[in-house]
């Protein structure tokens, strides 16, 4: 194959140096009776090979011509090259860049016409959440329902979560500049949100987890005041009235433990369930669940603890929810770390 090869170029090499054809056909008789050492035929005479004297040629200029190019290139590459200690260099990779790759999305909820509802973080705003309604038809734009003022979020707890809820075509939200709660429309996007919490002169007062009460047109929620003591907030149950021309304080209507969430009011309006728990516990470790009736003038009575009350056992329930039957209404729970009850003597070492 070798052979074949030299016997090839050097076959093309007399056909372009002669012009006669019986001196081409007698070189290629003489490479069929001869072996040609593979120097000579794979470095023939320049003068012998003018097209790849022409190659060569164009080569060489290629080369000449790019070695400043490539001189300066170094050079420069040299002089960007910054020297810095240990863990001080800038790199290129901001958390902003990071951060604004994509949006995160958050809760969701459904209206009363069956259109969803989401939050979404933009890192475009500064982190801002914005309640966006679905798209009305195919093809159509998803409608921000939050005007730019206002941001969707909640600081109760630290953590936050539980910052809207919608039933109908309302929805009530915690608005991250003041921490009030707002009330608006989300059939429009000119929709004005209206403050139903007074203003406190600060974020001293934060609301989460709430529920609409409609026997009542009130909105029960979690409230934590640091307006006594910064370090150790009071957390309750609240009412607050839905009739924003009258901005009135929230009606207390469970307090007493350190945490309280997921308050929900049974279809009916007549109950309410919680989840409670207090130092130094956390809810996973252990949690109560509660009961109460609501009276006619609003107020929780006849109180009466489901789970968790039992020192013999340590339970943790969560999420309660209420369901409907034909029978009338009933409260179904669920343990979220404990599916039995664990006797308290197991954690006695």
């Avoid at 001189?71 to 020297?83: L, P, S, V």
């Avoid at 902003?96 to 969701?108: E, Q």
């Avoid at 996973?284 to 056992?313: M, Q």
Wanted: proline share 6%.
């Amino acid at each position: 194959m070798v052979l074949s090869a030299v016997a090839t170029l050097t076959r093309f090499s007399a056909t372009t140096t002669t012009t006669t054809s019986s001196l081409a056909f007698l070189n290629r008789s003489r490479l069929r009776a001869k072996t040609i050492p593979h120097t000579t035929s794979l470095n023939p005479p320049p003068l012998q090979h003018p097209i790849l004297l022409l190659l060569l040629l164009r080569s060489s200029r290629t080369m000449a011509s790019s070695a400043p190019t490539d001189a300066a290139a170094t050079t420069a590459a040299k002089r960007d090259k910054i020297t810095a200690p240990y863990g001080s260099w800038k790199s290129p990779i901001t958390a902003d860049v990071v951060s604004g790759a994509s949006k995160r999305l958050g809760g969701t909820a459904v209206d009363g016409r069956g259109r969803l509802f989401w939050l979404e973080s933009r890192p475009s705003e500064s982190g801002r959440s914005v309640l966006v309604r679905e798209a009305e038809k195919s093809g159509d734009e998803h409608a921000d329902i939050t005007p730019k003022d206002f941001a969707v979020r909640t600081t109760a707890q630290e953590y936050g979560g539980g910052a809207f809820t919608i039933s109908g075509e309302t929805v009530v939200f915690s608005n991250y500049k003041d921490q009030r709660l707002y009330k608006q429309s989300v059939n429009s996007t000119d929709s004005n949100p209206v403050p139903l919490t007074p203003d406190y002169g600060g974020l001293v007062v934060t609301y989460a987890d709430g529920v609409f009460d409609s026997r009542f047109n009130r909105f029960i929620t979690v409230m934590e005041d640091r307006r006594i003591s910064s370090t150790n907030a009071t957390t309750t149950i609240v009412a607050v009235n839905l009739d924003h021309k009258v901005i009135e304080e929230p009606k207390v209507l469970v307090s007493g433990n350190d945490f309280y969430a997921f308050p929900r009011v049974d279809p009916r309006g007549e109950r309410i369930v919680w989840i409670e728990w207090g130092h130094p516990n956390m809810p996973w470790d252990k949690t109560e669940l509660w009961v109460g009736y609501i009276s006619e003038n609003g107020d929780v009575h006849k109180r009466v603890c489901v789970a968790g009350l039992d020192p013999a056992f340590v339970e943790s329930p969560t999420e309660p929810k209420w369901s409907s039957d034909a029978s009338g209404s009933r409260m179904d729970y669920r343990l979220d770390i404990c599916i039995q009850a664990v006797p308290a003597e197991t954690f006695i070492s």
